[in-house]
C-alpha cells in the first residue's frame, strides 16, 4: 500500500460517489508490512495475535483526528 497512489485509483471514483466537499483524504503506509499492522484484532490460524496488532490504523487515527 505504501506505493499505491490514491489519486490515481482511490480518490477519483470516492469523490465521483460522496462529493469532494464530503472527504478528507489521508494516507498512512509502510512498505512490507504484515496485514496485522492494519487490524487490531488480528490472530494468525493458531490464534496469537503480536504485541503491535493494528499500529499503522492507530497512526492513521492520529493523523485524521486535527481534521475533525
Known amino acids: 500500500m505504501a506505493r499505491l497512489d490514491l489519486n490515481t ?3 477519483p471514483p470516492v469523490k465521483a460517489k460522496f462529493g469532494k466537499q464530503h472527504i478528507i483524504d489521508v494516507k498512512e503506509a509502510k512498505g512490507s508490512q504484515p496485514i496485522s499492522q492494519c ?4 490472530k494468525d490460524v493458531e490464534g496469537n495475535s503480536t ?7 492507530q497512526l492513521l487515527l492520529k493523523k485524521s483526528k486535527p481534521l475533525n
Open 51 to 57: 504485541k503491535n496488532n493494528g499500529e499503522l490504523y
Open 39 to 42: 487490524y487490531k484484532n488480528w
Open 9 to 11: 485509483s482511490f480518490i
